[in-house]
């Protein structure tokens, strides 16, 4: 029964890149959009704040995302942490409340715009996935260390897989497709991740996502080596890739990592602005319009990256833009059914 669940939702991924022409959309910038619509997310928590002061606007900025044709909704549970709630006050239940609540508002927008645009004739949108966001031990910390490495010198493996225990267990219970680790800046924190995955054996798929600051290593200077090393004798995590990172570097990252694995590569670069975590604002630096993202993105598909959205910055016209793109060189239409019911048959 167990590897009856896991096998159907490693095949709704596989067949959502098929279905999507060999490279499906991954959304684009959270908290960017959430700014947008005037919430304020001038806190440590982020992005989560608005989990718990406007979750209908999270709704609103997925169904933004899946109108712009995102393939695979990323939740809004980056920053939002069961020691950053305990933090503001919450209880442990209302901090895992919120870390469910996080996963229902993206599938609940998942199947809304699905039932309005399934019978449409011609559409060309796929029924989009929803993949659990894990942000980084850095991204709790809210200091920046996520694009360092450098969580000191008493952080070890088991303290990090405290830190994401929990709230893994919280995300995975609340059904998601699959599960984001983001942002993850060195081999530690992976192998955290990865043992993680199999102690509390974990029957959804998942990817790992890098940023990289130099556009060679993690971020921590640690090879891209050691880091997939690690990863290809997991079977538990189905992607790999790069996520918040400029997207100058993105074409050779994609190269480097096609010869250091054979899982699929995903990459969802922010704008090319910098984000400076101790003064926590974005530096306007190499900063690009939606047409050269637009542009690059299609090299980068042509390179085999089978998922590519945006992160930082980016907006639901970027993802618009990408999602076009790819349709356009496909000339992808859906036939408004997802499921096919062998697949279904097999849960
Ligand atoms: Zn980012």
Known sequence: MRMGIKT??????????EKAGGCAVVDGGFATQLEKHGASINDPLWSALCLIKNPQLIKKVHLEYL??????????????????????????????????????????????????????????????????????????????????????????????????RRRLQVLVEAGPDLLAFETIPNKLETQACLELLDEEDIQIPSWICFSSVDGEHAASGESFKECLDIINKSNKVNVVGINCTPPHFIENLISKFRELTEKPIVVYPNSGEVWDGRDKRWLPSKCFGDGKFEHYAARWRDLGAKLIGGCCRTTPSTIQAISKTYRDLTGLKTTGRQGRGVKEGEA
Do not use: C
């Not at 159907?8 to 890149?17: D, G, N």
């Open 8 to 17: 159907q939702k490693v095949l709704l991924l596989e067949e959502l890149i």
């Open 67 to 164: 109108e712009a044709g995102a393939d695979i909704l990323v939740t809004s549970s980056y920053q939002a942490t069961l020691p950053g709630f305990l933090s503001r006050g919450l209880s442990m239940e209302e901090g895992e409340r919120l870390l469910q609540k996080s996963v229902k508002l993206a599938l609940e927008a998942r199947d809304k715009f699905w039932e309005a645009i399934e019978n449409v004739p011609e559409h060309r949108y796929n029924r989009a996935l929803v993949a659990a966001s894990i942000g980084s031990y850095g991204a709790y910390l809210a200091d920046g260390s996520e694009y360092s490495g450098r969580y000191g010198s008493d952080v070890n493996l088991d303290k990090l897989k405290d830190f994401h």
